[in-house]
């Protein structure tokens, strides 16, 4: 493999050495793991912070004063600290841990939404999103009688701001949009529809779930009011996301789950509740995966985002230039600004006859709707074929799937 | 690569290209719709039925290879048979993709048609895709008239779906 001087590629061999699944067969076949966008896998150190946790630091945090105790509760809040650098919130205070992106999601609108939205009042979403970003709006739209109003997106998979921003309205009270869909790749002009909704006063939701990997997220330059992602999509266990929130709202929204760390004081007849940000944390957290997403996001920050961008940028450049080859391949998504997600169609062949065949290869792609059946019905398709990419694949991996792909083309077409 | 021959072999490869018995029958004493919401697969199913034995069965849908293969080898397997015989095949059928081969009927012991579905018994994300076309044939003799793969009518509990 040629590297040319101004290529921002990176050191690929090493880093795959960080990831013990890279190294195993799939139906004798060495894996060829383009899965990303569903879950992306953890490198070692990660999972030995895990180990670590587990085997000498384990106890309840928040509570006990035994040593072990504090031990948990340093290694969970600093992993607060590294989530509140890595996306540079302004305050600790405004990292909330929740299970993943769909139960920040539904935090927000169940308290925010709760607090805030009456009847003819308006949610404005896309047609792109994830259904963590639709159903829960849906939810809360019809229990206040509310709203739900859908910016439409371009045949190319695209979302121009002007789409969004017109449809902010006396009545609109929330914007909540991807920053890059999970279906198609789509970068969101986000940045310009946070300025738009904010000239009228108007808070903005941003789904990070598909961006943090690969993009780098400056909450405070960006301007979001929530921003919210999942540990497993870079690199960290799967149980644990962050709810990003401006101090100002979370202050002013009441808890959404009540239980234990989120009070002050319990009494039969009241309860007062706890600060910022265990307000919004019931019950016992997800400690190893806190602790876990800590070490993931540090070992991303030694990487750097922007090179796994860069990096990754190269990996679609090549991968979309050798699938538009093939003649049986119809791309569905081609938007000019995107992520390495490649969503596809063999012609004649179902997605998931394509997935089957490629895992008998070894290869793994995401087969289906991608929790997105609207923007599907949008597109005119059931379901689509998906690679996705990130810093760990390989420009022959590319390769692999085109010899893939030749492969399901003979067995249906030939 | 390893041959994904064992699950896409040349009969159900065949039968996807060629759907045997596609269409409506117009005078239908039968009639189901499936749907397996979670990948999409849709197909209808029309029977003319006389006397406990089905005279007439022809199907429609979108749908994946295993599926539409499943359908089509379906329809060819059941017409003309008795009531009392298609049970037996559809339960046979569902031995086969559930990888109980040594529970099957002695009837149906050696029916290559069923065991070309053999394969999927491996995959069981895909068994509800083969499982479909059978299921709404049972919906449809029941007078059902939709069935789905999902909910309290699913065939293959705890088999793999499609992750979010």
């Known amino acids: 493999m040629s590297i040319s001087v101004t290529s921002p590629l990176l050191p690929v061999e090493l880093i795959r050495a960080d990831f013990p699944i890279l190294g195993r067969q799939v139906n004798g076949n060495p894996l060829v793991y383009l899965d990303n966008a569903a879950s992306a896998q953890m490198p070692q150190r990660v999972i030995e912070r895990l180990v670590r946790y587990h085997s000498f630091e384990h106890a309840n945090v928040h509570r006990g004063v035994h040593t072990l105790s504090q031990e948990a509760t340093g290694a969970y809040e600093a992993a607060r600290d590294t989530v509140k650098q890595f996306l540079n919130a302004a305050e600790r205070e405004e990292i909330i841990f929740t299970r993943g992106t769909t139960e920040a999601i539904n935090l927000v609108a169940n308290s925010w939404g709760r607090t805030n939205l009456r009847a003819g009042d308006e949610v404005l979403i896309s047609e792109l999103e994830h259904h963590a970003n639709l159903v829960p709006w849906q939810m809360i739209c019809k229990e206040r009688d509310a709203k739900l109003v859908v910016a439409p997106i371009q045949d190319d998979g695209s979302l121009l701001a002007r789409d969004v921003i017109e449809r902010i309205g006396p009545n609109t009270r929330l914007v909540a949009i991807t920053h890059i869909s999970n279906a198609l790749g789509t970068i969101v002009p986000i940045r310009e529809i946070i300025v738009a909704a904010h000239a009228q006063g108007i808070p903005v939701l941003v789904d990070g779930a598909q961006a943090v990997l690969h993009t780098r997220v400056d909450v405070q330059s960006l301007g979001a009011d929530f921003y919210v992602f999942s540990g497993h999509k870079l690199c960290g266990p799967t149980g644990i996301g962050v709810l990003y929130g401006k101090r100002q709202f979370l202050e002013a929204m009441p808890p959404w789950q009540g239980g234990g760390d989120m009070i002050r004081t319990v009494s039969f007849s009241q309860t007062t509740y706890n600060d910022l940000p265990y307000k919004f944390e019931a019950g016992t957290p997800s400690i190893a995966a806190a602790v876990g997403l800590g070490e993931a996001l540090r070992y991303l920050q030694d990487i750097g985002i922007e090179r796994i961008a860069a990096y990754e940028n190269t990996l679609l450049t090549h991968a979309t230039s050798l699938l538009a080859e093939l003649p049986y391949v119809r791309l569905i998504g081609t938007a000019p600004q995107k992520a390495a997600v490649i969503s596809f169609e063999v012609k004649g062949v179902h997605p998931h006859d394509v997935g089957s065949v490629l895992d008998a290869g070894g290869i793994a792609i995401r087969a289906g709707h991608h929790c997105a059946q609207p923007l599907m019905k949008r597109l005119g398709v059931p379901a689509t074929a998906r690679a996705s990419f990130t810093f760990y694949n390989t420009l022959e991996e590319c390769e692999a799937l085109v010899r893939g792909l030749t492969a399901v083309s003979e067995l249906f077409h030939g | ?164």
């Open chain 2, 1 to 164: 690569m390893t041959s994904p021959n064992a699950l896409y072999n040349q009969l159900i490869l065949e039968h996807n290209k060629k759907p045997r018995n596609y269409g409506k029958v117009a005078d239908a004493t039968h009639h189901s719709e499936g749907l397996n919401p979670l990948c999409g697969d849709h197909i209808w199913l029309t029977a003319r039925l006389s006397q406990d034995a089905i005279d007439e069965i022809r199907f429609e849908g979108q749908s994946c290879a295993i599926c539409q293969a499943s359908a089509s080898i379906m329809t060819t397997q059941v017409k003309g048979k008795s009531i009392e015989s298609v049970k037996t095949l559809v339960q046979d059928f569902r031995q086969v993709v559930t990888g109980q081969t040594d529970s099957i009927s002695s009837e149906n012991n050696g029916n290559r048609y069923l065991q070309a579905f053999s394969g999927i018994a491996n995959l069981p994300a895909r068994v509800k895709c083969a499982v479909l076309p059978w299921h709404t044939l049972q919906a449809a003799l029941s007078g059902e008239a939709s069935s789905s793969t999902e909910g309290s009518g699913d065939p293959v509990p705890g088999s793999g779906s499609p992750a979010p």
